[in-house]
């Protein structure tokens, strides 16, 4: 029993902090050579690095953070697999992966959006029926309203339903049942402020306002 809890221990530390490690930061890194976050925030972001690297940078963009929320999730699968749990491990590193996602350590506990590709990762993880039906749904509300929150929850929502229906173990249910649920707590600001027309919609037209904040 006491290695089984070190074991969810190590799990649980490897996930939060792989999860509380900037996407932006390993990709400007590793992969761009450039500090992305210098493009702005939220549509801001979006729009400027979509006319600076195109979809194929977009593509790249996704590959770094599905990878890099990829791995707490093996290395979970892996440690429990000593105890013939590979796939609650998967489901644990998974859960402690969100919850860095969603309150980052090194950010002041101040998430993001790219919450819900982590979502998609962790339930795809878990059973592919449950990430693409929730993938599906999350990308054609916000194709369609221009609103990552209100994709965001709806793909959550359908994780959540999906979940109770397809998946098996109740271990492993209750996991993603859990990081659904803290996808939707995050974003009910969001939602508060959506309901009162205030918030903002996803904007792919050009800004280039970070250029002011260059030293020339």
Not at 23 to 42: E, P, Q, Y
Request: net charge positive; proline share 1%.
């Amino acid at each position: 029993m006491i290695v089984y809890w070190i074991l969810l221990l190590l799990i649980a530390f490897l996930g939060y902090f792989t999860g509380s490690v900037s996407t932006l930061r390993v990709a400007s890194r590793f992969v761009f050579k450039r500090n992305l976050r210098r493009l702005g925030t939220d549509s801001v972001f979006l729009s400027n690095f979509r006319r600076l690297y195109g979809w194929w940078g977009a593509v790249r963009l996704l590959l770094t953070e599905v990878l890099k929320d990829l791995l707490p999730i093996l290395f979970g699968s892996l440690l429990l697999s000593l105890k013939g749990h590979a796939a609650v491990g998967a489901a644990f590193g998974a859960f402690c992966m969100m919850l860095g996602r969603l309150w980052p350590v090194f950010n002041g506990f101040k998430g993001s959006h790219h919450g819900c590709v982590a979502l998609l990762v962790a339930a795809v993880s878990v059973d592919v029926s449950v990430g693409v039906s929730a993938a599906l749904v999350m990308l054609a509300v916000i194709w369609f309203t221009r609103y990552l929150s209100l994709g965001a929850a709806a793909g959550a929502a359908v994780a959540f339903i999906t979940a109770l229906l397809v998946v098996e173990d109740r271990l492993q249910m209750l996991l993603v049942i859990f990081c659904t649920l803290l996808v939707l707590l995050y974003h009910v600001p969001a939602l508060l402020r959506l309901s009162r027309g205030r918030e903002e919609r996803l904007s792919f037209e050009e800004d280039i306002s970070y250029k002011f904040d260059e030293k020339f």
